[in-house]
């Protein structure tokens, strides 16, 4: 972050300013405050900032941003109605001193992904930050931008949500010069109610893209690919919807990398991503589209986009002793459900395909449905032997049976499954792991390894 005077700080918030100071980092924990920090009073749902602020001036913070005096304030204090507000409308504000070009993305399934993606692709050629991990809401999206220096030429930020007026408020503090929206499932439909009201609420990312940006959408998806918007252009990706330029073509699979040819403007450009899948592929066509309105060319976009490496633990290949194992548990939604189940039929020499599912959380009254339906999936994609833990997952396990994967197992203990899978588990198979966050597969994946 830049050096800021407080003075300019308070006349950003509309804030009285007690005292100057100069304030080179804002933070919103203590272990994070040095001197010279602003620290922010935050509430949360465990603690509350405010409880802090005689410590944050022990170690050295140069001010703090609150809503309502505490005994112990030893320094310049700017008070404010909202201080969660305060620190998102702050970094919104100090967005707009740099010239730096921001691609916001956002979507139900997949954007963490095309964000890594839109990364590898603009890296190539511009010093671009990115939001790191899983810091895409109104805490973390203020703490990427915070990281913004005259030395940044691109950002790409990635925009979460759980309900309405979250993407909206987020998009207006990052104000993108291009939006990319991945598509629209079911996750959130518990709050949200309908796939159309989580379109609703994804499409607020309009609310903070500048007036020339473009809107860049999946064309593939149902409920983006007749999307029309008055004054806004609109760039549609796809594979199988005609109308998407740029459009993949002639995918096929080469060991563990996925090889086609993008169509653009009459022109074909082979294309090389070092991960398995459709989705992913719409992944690279969606960075593909990002790269080219900032500016690259094709042949500058495709040649970077081998450099793309999963994040986290989203579908990460691992050869584990001849056994090919997928780690893709850091979160599961009937899409990404039947995305990496479609990569896991892939895979494999000869050997059993088998996964190991766990329960896809925050689907309210259609759980029951879409565990059933992932069931389902495990028999198109002709998988030898499903593994289930977890509650909902049993409605996995029942269909999946029903539909004739010939091992349907159910296990309570996460070290069952991972001993099952080593007696079961030989050179040549390949295996899955695909959960919701909440689940915690990485413990059974960690015991498969036996790191435990």
Same mark, same amino acid.
């Given at each position: 972050?830049?050096?800021?005077? !407080?003075?300019?700080?308070?006349?950003?918030?509309?804030?009285?300013?007690?005292?100057?100071?100069?304030?080179?980092?804002?933070?919103?924990?203590?272990?994070?405050?040095?001197?010279?920090?602003?620290?922010?009073?935050?509430?949360?749902?465990?603690?509350?900032?405010?409880?802090?602020?005689?410590?944050?001036?022990?170690?050295?913070?140069?001010?703090?941003?609150?809503?309502?005096?505490?005994?112990?304030?030893?320094?310049?204090?700017?008070?404010?109605?909202?201080?969660?507000?305060?620190?998102?409308?702050?970094?919104?504000?100090?967005?707009?001193?740099?010239?730096?070009?921001?691609?916001?993305?956002?979507?139900?399934?997949?954007?963490?992904?095309?964000?890594?993606?839109?990364?590898?692709?603009?890296?190539?050629?511009?010093?671009?930050?990115?939001?790191?991990?899983?810091?895409?809401?109104?805490?973390?999206?203020?703490?990427?931008?915070?990281?913004?220096?005259?030395?940044?030429?691109?950002?790409?930020?990635?925009?979460?949500?759980?309900?309405?007026?979250?993407?909206?408020?987020?998009?207006?503090?990052?104000?993108?010069?291009?939006?990319?929206?991945?598509?629209?499932?079911?996750?959130?439909?518990?709050?949200?109610?309908?796939?159309?009201?989580?379109?609703?609420?994804?499409?607020?990312?309009?609310?903070?893209?500048?007036?020339?940006?473009?809107?860049?959408?999946?064309?593939?998806?149902?409920?983006?690919?007749?999307?029309?918007?008055?004054?806004?252009?609109?760039?549609?990706?796809?594979?199988?919807?005609?109308?998407?330029?740029?459009?993949?073509?002639?995918?096929?699979?080469?060991?563990?990398?996925?090889?086609?040819?993008?169509?653009?403007?009459?022109?074909?450009?082979?294309?090389?991503?070092?991960? !398995?899948?459709?989705?992913?592929? !719409?992944?690279?066509?969606?960075?593909?589209?990002?790269?080219?309105?900032?500016?690259?060319?094709?042949?500058?976009?495709?040649?970077?986009?081998?450099?793309?490496?999963?994040?986290?633990?989203?579908?990460?290949?691992?050869?584990?002793?001849?056994?090919?194992?997928?780690?893709?548990?850091?979160?599961?939604?009937?899409?990404?459900?039947?995305?990496?189940?479609?990569?896991?039929?892939?895979?494999?020499?000869?050997?059993?395909?088998?996964?190991?599912?766990?329960?896809?959380?925050?689907?309210?009254?259609?759980?029951?449905?879409?565990?059933?339906?992932?069931?389902?999936?495990?028999?198109?994609?002709?998988?030898?032997?499903?593994?289930?833990?977890?509650?909902?997952?049993?409605?996995?396990?029942?269909?999946?049976?029903?539909?004739?994967?010939?091992?349907?197992?159910?296990?309570?203990?996460?070290?069952?499954?991972?001993?099952?899978?080593?007696?079961?588990?030989?050179?040549?198979?390949?295996?899955?792991?695909?959960?919701?966050?909440?689940?915690?597969?990485?413990?059974?994946?960690?015991?498969?390894?036996?790191?435990?």
């Amino acid at each position: 972050m830049e050096q800021l005077s !407080l003075k300019e700080i308070a006349a950003a918030l509309g804030a009285d300013c007690p005292a100057d100071a100069v304030v080179d980092g804002i933070c919103i924990d203590t272990r994070e405050v040095r001197k010279g920090s602003l620290f922010t009073a935050i509430k949360g749902e465990r603690f509350d900032g405010h409880d802090f602020i005689p410590k944050a001036f022990e170690l050295g913070a140069a001010a703090v941003i609150a809503s309502r005096p505490v005994p112990g304030m030893r320094g310049p204090v700017l008070l404010v109605e909202d201080t969660r507000k305060a620190f998102l409308d702050l970094s919104g504000w100090y967005r707009r001193r740099f010239g730096v070009k921001v691609a916001a993305v956002t979507g139900s399934v997949g954007k963490t992904s095309t964000k890594e993606m839109i990364d590898a692709v603009l890296s190539s050629r511009f010093k671009t930050l990115k939001t790191e991990g899983n810091l895409n809401n109104e805490i973390g999206l203020p703490k990427t931008l915070f990281r913004l220096d005259r030395s940044y030429q691109a950002a790409v930020i990635e925009m979460g949500m759980s309900g309405f007026g979250e993407i909206s408020r987020l998009s207006r503090a990052a104000q993108g010069d291009l939006g990319v929206i991945t598509n629209i499932g079911v996750s959130h439909i518990e709050k949200l109610g309908s796939r159309e009201n989580i379109l609703k609420a994804k499409l607020e990312i309009l609310d903070g893209l500048k007036e020339s940006a473009p809107l860049i959408v999946n064309a593939d998806d149902d409920l983006l690919q007749g999307l029309a918007l008055d004054g806004r252009r609109i760039v549609r990706y796809g594979i199988s919807s005609a109308e998407a330029e740029p459009r993949a073509v002639k995918i096929r699979t080469e060991k563990l990398e996925t090889v086609f040819e993008i169509c653009y403007r009459g022109e074909e450009y082979p294309a090389r991503i070092p991960v !398995l899948g459709n989705h992913h592929v !719409l992944n690279a066509l969606a960075a593909f589209a990002a790269g080219i309105e900032l500016g690259m060319s094709p042949e500058e976009v495709t040649e970077a986009l081998p450099g793309y490496q999963p994040s986290g633990m989203r579908q990460k290949t691992v050869d584990f002793h001849g056994i090919i194992v997928v780690e893709d548990c850091y979160n599961a939604s009937p899409d990404s459900m039947k995305a990496s189940l479609s990569v896991l039929s892939m895979l494999g020499n000869g050997g059993k395909r088998v996964a190991v599912l766990g329960d896809m959380l925050e689907l309210g009254d259609y759980s029951e449905e879409a565990h059933r339906q992932v069931g389902r999936m495990a028999a198109e994609n002709r998988l030898d032997a499903v593994a289930c833990l977890g509650e909902a997952s049993a409605f996995t396990a029942q269909e999946a049976l029903r539909n004739g994967v010939p091992c349907v197992r159910c296990f309570e203990r996460k070290e069952d499954a991972a001993g099952w899978l080593k007696r079961s588990l030989l050179p040549g198979d390949a295996v899955l792991f695909k959960a919701s966050r909440g689940m915690k597969f990485e413990e059974i994946i960690s015991a498969f390894y036996g790191e435990e």
